[in-house]
Each structure stands twice: as structure tokens, then as C-alpha cells.
T-cell receptor
Framework: DQQVKQNSPSLSVQEGRISILNCDYTNSMFDYFLWYKKYPAEGPTFLISISSIKDKNEDGRFTVFLNKSAKHLSLHIVPSQPGDSAVYFCAASAIRTNAGKSTFGDGTTLTVKP | NAGVMQNPRHLVRRRGQEARLRCSPMKGHSHVYWYRQLPEEGLKFMVYLQKENIIDESGMPKERFSAEFPKEGPSILRIQQVVRGDSAAYFC?????????????????FGPGTRLTVT
């Protein structure tokens, strides 16, 4: 039973346009969500997070939206740059019951074309 | 380098041998997590440790796998009698005691990983 799902294995976007990466979760106990970026042969790097008490968090070109009723979150990158090409992982935690442990999706490979 | 250190970066073992993977967390971090990434798959949680304690090992296979985080020294993930299916990238991550919510920091900082190949 996969509790965090990223249904799009890959996404291709033109430089300067918006990239939208999606993530769905099934466990209603999840209350903290994170996005990580991963380049080949490197470990994931934390990008941005959001608590379930919010529905939006913004950091520069990156914005994460959370829709609790739909159990859905998305990461928007505007404008997209070639250096953003990487694998993006969505992760979820249930901080009230299982502090620290994160459940990851399978990732979406983003390619930004110059 | 104040980041999470993992060694070795690449490890080749024959079936039946033991593999030991080491992880040194970021300075000041006392929480360590191990993840496994099989080819074409995402990161799968294995174990969560604090100094000298295993907090959550729900993702660890019941046999052949063990982990420790001693009072001194790095965290060790040990795989006994390796099989071909153990071939994967193993990532270690660490987090600090305090985050933006005043609780355990949920942002994890990852090492570069150890790529284990079992021949």
C-alpha cells in the first residue's frame, strides 16, 4: 500500500514556463509535507515544506500548495530553469505520532528544456 | 565538509558476504535515518535512530539487516549474507533536535549514498 504517490514519472517543460509537480497521499495522519530534489549520483536535497495548518508556502521560485480535503499537494516552479532538471520527491510525515519518519513517493523526473 | 558523510560511496560484495555502510550525521544532529532506493523506485524508509537507540525499524527486513548509532562514532547499517536483491543505493539522512515548530526538525539532510552491488 503506497501511502504517497507521484503519478507522473516524468515531466518536460520549456525554460521560463511553469513546472507543476503533483503528489497524492492516502494517510490522513500525515500533517507535514516536504519536497526534495535529487540529482544523479547525489543524495536528495531538501527544497520546501508545508505544515497541514497551511495551504500554501512560498520560497522564491518554489511554491507548495496543499489541499487537505483532496489529500493532494503540488509544487510549482516559476520560472523553470534548466538547472531545475532533476528528480523531485514528495515526502510526508505524521509528526504527532511518528516524529521524524518520512514516507516518500517514487519521484517525478523534471526536464527543463532551454 | 559539515554535511552528512557516507562511506564507502561504492561497495561490491559477493553473495553471502557482509556489507557495512557508515554514516556520519551533520554536526549537531542526533537523529539518523536510513533509506534504500532500488532501481527505478523511490526512497524506502528502513530505520530511524537516535544516539544508542533504535526509534523505528519498521522498514527493516526482519533478517540479515541491522543498524546502530553508538554514543561515539558513525551510524552503521549492516547487511549479513548479502543477496543480489540487496543491490541498491542506501542513503543516510540526519536531522536536528529543533525545527521551525520547536519540535524535531522534519527537514532531513541526506548524504551522497552508498551504492551496493552484489555479484
Amino acid at each position: 500500500d503506497q501511502q504517497v504517490k507521484q503519478n507522473s514519472p516524468s515531466l518536460s517543460v520549456q525554460e521560463g514556463r511553469i513546472s507543476i509537480l503533483n503528489c497524492d497521499y492516502t494517510n490522513s495522519m500525515f500533517d507535514y509535507f516536504l519536497w526534495y530534489k535529487k540529482y544523479p549520483a547525489e543524495g536528495p536535497t531538501f527544497l520546501i515544506s508545508i505544515s497541514s495548518i497551511k495551504d500554501k508556502n512560498e520560497d522564491g521560485r518554489f511554491t507548495v500548495f496543499l489541499n487537505k480535503s483532496a489529500k493532494h499537494l503540488s509544487l510549482h516552479i516559476v520560472p523553470s530553469q534548466p538547472g531545475d532538471s532533476a528528480v523531485y520527491f514528495c515526502a510526508a510525515s505524521a509528526i504527532r505520532t511518528n516524529a521524524g519518519k518520512s514516507t516518500f513517493g517514487d519521484g517525478t523526473t523534471l526536464t527543463v528544456k532551454p | 565538509n559539515a554535511g552528512v558523510m557516507q562511506n564507502p560511496r561504492h561497495l561490491v560484495r559477493r553473495r553471502g558476504q557482509e556489507a557495512r555502510l557508515r554514516c556520519s550525521p551533520m554536526k549537531g544532529h542526533s537523529h539518523v535515518y536510513w533509506y534504500r532506493q532500488l532501481p527505478e523506485e523511490g526512497l524506502k524508509f528502513m530505520v530511524y535512530l537516535q544516539k544508542e537507540n533504535i526509534i523505528d525499524e519498521s522498514g527493516m527486513p526482519k533478517e540479515r539487516f541491522s543498524a546502530e548509532f553508538p554514543k561515539e562514532g558513525p551510524s552503521i547499517l549492516r547487511i549479513q549474507q548479502v543477496v543480489r536483491g540487496d543491490s541498491a543505493a542506501y542513503f543516510c539522512a540526519s536531522s536536528s533536535d529543533r525545527g521551525t515548530l520547536g519540535l524535531v526538525s522534519y527537514e532531513q539532510y541526506f548524504g551522497p549514498g552508498t551504492r551496493l552491488t552484489v555479484t
